[in-house]
């Protein structure tokens, strides 16, 4: 087994699961929590649902999967240098998009928007339900079943009202306590890798300009570098050539500035890191850079009228569905009739979440299109 510094999570004290099970053999438990992940059925819809581009869009642009398995490169590359437990760190990372919607944040907007009088939805909550109670594979019991460490870990965010009523995994928004540094990594693993791929992806679509980019500082400087290695390269080598050394300067400096976080605070142990302050961190030097970027993406590509249009027909999309389903559950799959009789609201939700961008489509056109479907 990997060895692991005093501070990061212990596999070999796992915190418990919630379903008694005897000990994995032959790896660990949260190699154990990794491997279900892979397994389940809400992993594989990943490949068909998007954040900016909508999955029919192109075949080269990121989806939720490729998305998922970048965060993964970056977050285990730092947590082997911070000598924090790789398999933890992967394992939140590939179940950390498990609860998105169909069609990005406006899905997510447009489903939360339909939930409002029924307890709302959220995310982040939803991939917590994924793998504590949706997912349909063993049979002792629902959902997958994973490790305290996990599920802490997927849980990025939650309000007070919703910590309540989810007890011990939400604990620590109660008694204002961090989460594990492989938590901690995994949060901004994902923001360094999004930043960056929707940068390529940007420029591959054609919604943003080489041109517009180089008025982005941290982009500009990292050009400059590229260009004074290979003075004559323009068009996608470029493009890459720019992008992958802003990932070796983010990486470089998340490592840099988080080893700085432990040493000075140094944590004897994963229970004294979640006393602490948050201490997996970028310098405020790049942290600043990175929210320049950010806006740049906000205002050019998020809010560019071609993904807005999308969006909107997204909203729309779901908007129906919701409502459809909700005046007729009786066309829902019969294993979601079955709880929707207990809850119907959140029967519907879980439903619709659990479709990909394609799938949503097509039912659409199944309820609504006047031609045959
Ligand atoms: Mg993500």
Do not use: W
Not at 336 to 364: N, S, V, W
């Amino acid at each position: 087994m990997l060895k692991v510094a005093r501070y990061a999570a212990q596999a070999t004290h796992a915190g418990a699961r919630v379903h008694r099970e005897a000990p994995a053999q032959g790896r660990s438990e949260y190699q154990r929590d990794r491997d279900r992940i892979i397994h389940s059925t809400a992993f594989r819809r990943l490949e068909y649902k998007t954040q900016v581009f909508v999955n029919h869009e192109g075949d080269l642009f990121r989806t939720r999967l490729t998305h998922s398995l970048e965060v993964a490169q970056i977050s285990r590359s730092i947590a082997r240098q911070l000598h924090l437990d790789e398999d933890l760190t992967e394992a939140i990372t590939l179940a950390h998009d498990l609860g998105h919607t169909p069609f990005g944040h406006a899905g997510q907007d447009a489903l939360n928007a339909c939930m409002k009088p029924y307890g709302g939805f959220e995310h982040n909550l939803q991939s917590l339900r994924v793998v504590d109670h949706l997912e349909q594979r063993y049979g002792g019991f629902d959902g997958l079943n994973l490790t305290f460490e996990t599920r802490e870990g997927i849980l990025k965010h939650c309000s007070r009202k919703n910590a309540l009523r989810l007890g011990a995994v939400a604990e620590r928004f109660i008694k204002r306590r961090r989460p594990s540094l492989e938590a901690q990594l995994v949060n901004l693993s994902d923001e360094l890798a999004y930043n960056n791929h929707d940068v390529d992806d940007g420029l591959r679509s054609g919604l943003v300009t080489m041109e517009q980019l180089t008025t982005v500082p941290i982009f500009r400087q990292h050009q400059t570098l590229a260009l004074k290695d290979f003075p004559e390269l323009n068009g996608r080598r470029l493009v890459h050539e720019t992008v992958r050394r802003m990932i070796s300067t983010l990486v470089s400096d998340l490592t840099r500035q988080s080893l700085a976080n432990i040493r000075m605070h140094a944590p004897q142990s994963a229970d004294d890191v979640r006393r602490l302050p948050l201490l997996i961190a970028f310098s405020p030097r790049i942290e600043k850079q990175q929210i320049e970027l950010k806006q740049f993406l906000r205002i050019n590509l998020y809010q560019h009228y071609r993904v807005a249009r999308m969006s909107s027909k997204a909203r729309r999309i779901i908007a129906d569905l919701f409502n459809a389903l909700l005046a007729e559950p009786k066309l829902l799959p019969p294993d979601f009739q079955a709880r929707a009789r207990e809850d119907k609201p959140r029967a519907i939700a879980d439903y619709i979440a659990g479709m990909t961008d394609r799938y949503a489509m097509l039912e659409h056109r199944r309820l609504f299109a006047v031609e045959p479907v």
